[in-house]
């Protein structure tokens, strides 16, 4: 009788078996524009970014992984919309990890995923601040939805369960990565 697969091994069958999968591509277009609804989201809530953006007004990046590419533009505002691209971009992001699972693990240890960069400096700058400094309040957002205290229960469940998972993957990436 063969043994049950490990968690790890489930999930690299699946992000193997998923990686040839091409979503139709009003299902990827539908998906970046609430992706950059909830980025613009974020960045409203910190005027400093805000202003760092208005600077560099009109200039566009690309953001690709694997076949998947989301182009943005700078909107007076400060803020980000798709765009798509008539010439090369200001600035090129392409985040060159393959493993969806190396980035989610990365990401939970507090890492950037690897990328490879070419374009404007002062935007990449921009950018990178932007990435270092700006985080999500989620936990104001919920308390207007659920309330102050259901709000910080819920995030407090969710960073035991973050912390857990942190612990975990390292752990089940080595394991998938030298089987015994």
């Given at each position: 009788?063969?043994?049950?697969?490990?968690?790890?091994?489930?999930?690299?069958?699946?992000?193997?078996?998923?990686?040839?999968?091409?979503p139709p591509a009003?299902?990827?277009?539908?998906?970046?524009?609430?992706?950059?609804?909830?980025?613009?989201?974020?960045?409203?809530q910190e005027p400093?970014?805000?202003?760092?953006?208005?600077?560099?007004?009109?200039?566009?990046?690309?953001?690709?992984?694997?076949?998947?590419?989301?182009?943005?533009?700078?909107?007076?505002?400060?803020?980000?919309?798709?765009?798509?691209?008539?010439?090369?971009?200001?600035?090129?992001?392409?985040?060159?990890?393959e493993s969806p699972?190396?980035?989610?693990?990365?990401?939970?240890?507090?890492?950037?995923?690897?990328?490879?960069?070419?374009?404007?400096?002062?935007?990449?700058?921009?950018?990178?601040?932007?990435?270092?400094?700006?985080?999500?309040?989620?936990?104001?957002?919920?308390?207007?939805?659920?309330?102050?205290?259901?709000?910080?229960?819920?995030?407090?469940?969710?960073?035991?369960?973050?912390?857990?998972?942190?612990?975990?993957?390292?752990?089940?990436?080595?394991?998938?990565?030298?089987?015994?």
């Amino acid at each position: 009788m063969k043994p049950l697969p490990s968690l790890a091994e489930l999930a690299a069958q699946f992000s193997a078996a998923v990686m040839h999968l091409q979503p139709p591509a009003v299902l990827v277009e539908e998906a970046q524009d609430r992706v950059l609804l909830l980025v613009n989201h974020v960045l409203m809530q910190e005027p400093a970014a805000t202003t760092r953006l208005k600077r560099q007004q009109n200039r566009t990046l690309q953001i690709s992984w694997r076949q998947l590419q989301l182009s943005c533009r700078i909107t007076p505002a400060g803020l980000l919309e798709r765009t798509a691209l008539q010439n090369s971009p200001d600035l090129s992001l392409h985040i060159s990890q393959e493993s969806p699972w190396a980035i989610v693990q990365g990401l939970a240890q507090g890492d950037k995923p690897t990328m490879q960069v070419q374009g404007d400096v002062m935007l990449a700058a921009d950018i990178n601040w932007l990435v270092d400094h700006v985080r999500w309040d989620i936990e104001e957002d919920l308390s207007r939805v659920l309330g102050d205290a259901m709000a910080h229960q819920f995030v407090a469940m969710a960073q035991r369960v973050f912390t857990a998972l942190k612990g975990y993957l390292p752990a089940t990436a080595s394991a998938s990565v030298h089987p015994s």
